[in-house]
């Protein structure tokens, strides 16, 4: 199987400006900044999103994650962070390695807008939570 980016980037294959590495996580820009300081923190083993990492593995994604969001804040003078996994196509993910972006904000519709509206039609509230409960 064709190796993704981003296992190219953990083997060295592909350059990239790394911000933090230890046994299991790799953190570095990502190469369309979509704001100043946009990072990419990855398992550097292969998994293909966040729903199918291991718990252990996704926490200390999730932990380097915090705390390069932390020092946007303190040190790039950000105003606030978005934090922002994809999982699957249809929810944008177009690199099939489970990764985390950590996107510093400066400024309101910068690069970045995220907008939620809500639904106008009517959905099955009780079903929907039901079943999410029941699952859990
Ligand atoms: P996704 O759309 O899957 O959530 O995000 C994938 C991200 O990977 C994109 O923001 C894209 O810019 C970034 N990316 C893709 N290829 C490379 C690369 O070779 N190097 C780096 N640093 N980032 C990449």
Redesign the pocket.
Known sequence: MEKD??C??VDGE?P??KLFEDSDVLA?????Q?TKG?A?VIPKKHYDNFLSTPDKIMHKVFDVAQRIGQIDIQFLGAKGVNI???CYEIA????NHF?V?VIPRYEKHEGFALEMKAQTNNLNLPVIAQTIKDNL
């Open positions: 980016v981003f190219k980037i592909i990239c400006y570095f820009l990502d190469i369309a979509v946009h990419l922002l996994t994809n944008g993910q177009t690199v990764h972006h």
